[in-house]
């Protein structure tokens, strides 16, 4: 008996009776575009739009009709969650694409090399803002990784469950969200009242900078130290290793890697701020090797300015700014790219 | 009794001593902790003490060397800051939901995480580049789209007006604001999806549902105060953004909702950004006050979101 039931379910399975075949959806998806197509015109955007309304609609009415209004609001959703993913590659294709295409026109030596200093129209580079960027961020950095390492030793090891750890817990997560141009603002003010109204230097710029790098490290360092097994710790103490040097010998070496990596990714995430350094770095069309003293040019602050102070002809100063674009682009992907091949690589094992 | 007597005398059982490095090292890292705290006040100090001459000043006086009377002066780029963040998150908002589930809950696992980190790389871009590309590339682009709107859904209030010829409107805007937003929120929601009780999940499939019913009947409820915190800290993001909109919006100091026009609410982030540079004298001090509005503002959005996760800790079950 069974096994005729059993033969006769190959030809048509219960279990999927009712239910649209496989293919259906990719053969929606082809009649989808050729609507897209007929009815979009050429227009990349229209088509695309077309179609992809085409298809949800179209496969919706068709699995409500063959397979049921539950089984019809499933499909429907899972079109809409690849629908938005897709959609939120597009930004991103977008952006790299133009900035790679406007870019490469000037990457070449004279932008690495030259500065903007009595250059008109063609020519010159970003030598100067790119010697800006770099010591304003190697101050900021200088500033914040102490500051930010002792306050997370403290809320992974010290604070505990005390007020005053539950406190700056609280007030660090508070200062990610400080907007960066108000840490300019905060940098500049600071400056005008250490050394008088209008003093617009590299120091200041680092300053805003730390104030929006610091709660990066402190998150990231803290969640990393969290992780470091409690046995390694029982067992430096068991061995009589006072509580300092077992944080410096065997919990720190533990959670290196994902320091650095920590590190290197809150880089990332300053490097690229234009606001703060506008208003606490200021402009300048030349090398400035001095962070005390004058202002200084940076990378995100002189793709700004090529772009919204273009001499004439404007072109050439247009190129200049994609070309600092993508040099920036490359800058942060490749902090981002070895943050991340540091962390997965040397990841401490965590307990359990 | 006798048992403390033994403490005292027995030498190896008295508590060790203290030792100096020790005290060193623990005060050393108290102290940055407190150094957090003091920063923070800093920038409320500071910030106050430049801006009070913008507040304490007499109308009359900032008509003359600043911009006009403060709050008549702050209002429009206060409400323009507000406006363009709320029209990024009605954007953001339900594309970051669908992302974050697709990473947690569609896609294929071996996928996931790439899939993730590729998310991720568009907070990676610096803001000013999507300054540029806003201006020269989406805004072009987006013209049609505000002619077609204006044409055909003009009778409606928000798309009302004459539509702008250059496309740099707070609609352009909010798109460009939408994609930078979309970062934060979709790896926000998407750690909270991941965090949904296993077992609740495999219950409401073993009842029959699909996967959709699966995910409303057990993912959004157990992350619902995760995704409220993860817009909040969205639109936080989204009240800051200075130089994406200082280089897309041609903005101007009016209040009014409709989109398309050419006369837009500008945001007090982006007209700091703007007249900073060139300020002098009080205009600086007037500045710097409509930055404390902002920070204001922002902190308030904060204080919130995450007051909002510290009760979803104490109540969840997966901690």
Not at chain 1, 78 to 84: A, C, L, P, T
Not at chain 1, 110 to 133: C, D, K, L, Q, W
Not at chain 2, 128 to 140: E, H, K, T
């Amino acid at each position: 008996m069974s096994v005729t039931t059993n033969s006769s379910s190959k030809a048509l399975n219960p279990l999927k009776a009712g239910q649209l075949p496989r293919w259906a959806p990719w053969a929606g998806l082809g009649l989808a575009l050729i609507v897209g197509l007929v009815f979009g015109g050429m227009k990349v955007a229209a088509s695309t739009l077309i179609a992809a309304a085409v298809f949800v609609v179209g496969m919706h009415v068709l699995s409500l009709y063959v397979e049921g209004r539950r089984r019809a609001n499933d499909r429907l959703a899972q079109h809409i969650v690849y629908g938005m993913f897709m959609l939120a590659l597009v930004p991103l294709v977008w952006v790299s694409w133009i900035a790679v295409k406007n870019g490469l026109a000037r990457l070449d030596a004279p932008f690495f090399t030259y500065s903007m200093r009595n250059i008109v129209g063609e020519g010159g580079g970003a030598a100067h803002a790119i010697y800006g960027t770099l010591y304003v961020t190697g101050i900021a950095t200088a500033i914040s990784v102490p500051i930010g390492l002792l306050t997370a030793i403290y809320l992974a090891e010290y604070g505990g469950n005390s007020k005053l750890a539950k406190g700056i817990t609280f007030f660090v997560d508070v200062m990610t969200g400080i907007p960066s141009i108000v840490a300019g603002l905060f940098a500049y003010a600071l400056m005008a009242l250490l050394f008088g109204p209008g003093t617009v230097n590299g120091i200041g710029g680092a300053i805003a900078l730390s104030v929006l790098m610091i709660p990066v490290v402190v998150r990231s360092v803290e969640e990393l130290l969290r992780i470091v097994p409690n046995e390694l710790r029982e067992a430096a103490y068991a061995l009589g290793v006072p509580k300092w040097k077992t944080i410096l010998s065997i919990v720190i070496p533990t959670a290196i890697s994902g320091i650095v990596s920590g590190v290197i990714l809150a880089i990332a995430r300053v490097i690229g701020e234009t606001a703060p350094l506008m208003v606490a770095a200021g402009f300048t069309q030349s090398l400035n090797n001095n962070p005390t003293q004058g202002q200084m040019m940076t990378l995100p602050v002189f793709v700004y300015d090529s772009y919204a102070h273009p001499g004439i002809p404007r072109q050439p100063y247009w190129d200049r700014a994609w070309a600092g674009a993508l040099t920036l682009i490359l800058i942060v992907m490749l902090l981002n790219l070895i943050g991340r091949v540091i962390a997965a690589r040397f990841a401490p094992k965590a307990g359990r | 009794m006798s048992s403390s007597t033994i403490a005292q005398t027995d030498s190896s059982l008295r508590p060790a001593k203290r030792r100096i490095g020790d005290t060193v090292f623990g005060g050393l890292s108290t102290l940055s902790g407190v150094s957090i705290l003091v920063i923070l006040a800093a920038v409320a100090i500071f910030l106050l003490a430049q801006a009070l001459p913008a507040l304490t000043t007499a109308p009359d006086v900032l008509a003359e060397q600043g911009y006009g009377e403060f709050w008549g002066w702050v209002l429009p780029f206060a409400f323009g800051t507000v406006w363009a963040a709320f029209l990024a998150l009605l954007i953001a908002v339900p594309v970051s939901i669908g992302i974050a589930l697709f990473i947690s809950h569609y896609a294929p696992r071996r996928l996931a995480q790439s899939l993730g980190y590729l998310i991720d790389l568009l907070a990676a871009v610096p803001s000013v580049v999507y300054g540029l590309w806003g201006i020269f590339q989406l805004a072009p682009a987006l013209q049609p789209a505000h002619l077609w709107l204006s044409k055909y859904l003009g009778w409606f209030p928000l798309f009302s007006g004459n539509p702008s010829g250059t496309g740099r409107t707070i609609f352009t805007t909010a798109f460009v604001l939408a994609v930078m937003i979309l970062p934060i929120i979709t790896s926000l929601c998407r750690e909270v999806f991941l965090q949904t009780p296993r077992l609740h999940e495999e219950a409401a499939l073993a009842l029959g549902s699909t996967r959709w019913e699966m995910i409303r009947m057990a993912v959004f409820p157990f992350a619902r105060a995760g995704i409220v915190s993860a817009i909040m800290l969205g639109l936080g993001r989204a009240l800051g953004e200075t130089m994406a909109v200082a280089m897309v919006l041609s903005g101007a100091g009016v209040i009014h909702f409709k989109v398309l026009t050419q006369q837009n609410p500008n945001s007090i982030a982006a007209n700091i950004a703007l007249n900073f540079p060139e300020a002098f004298g009080l205009r600086v001090n007037q500045l710097i006050a409509s930055g404390l509005v902002l920070f204001i503002i922002t902190l308030a959005v904060n204080i919130l979101a995450r007051w909002i996760v510290s009760r979803r800790a104490q109540y969840s079950g997966a901690n």
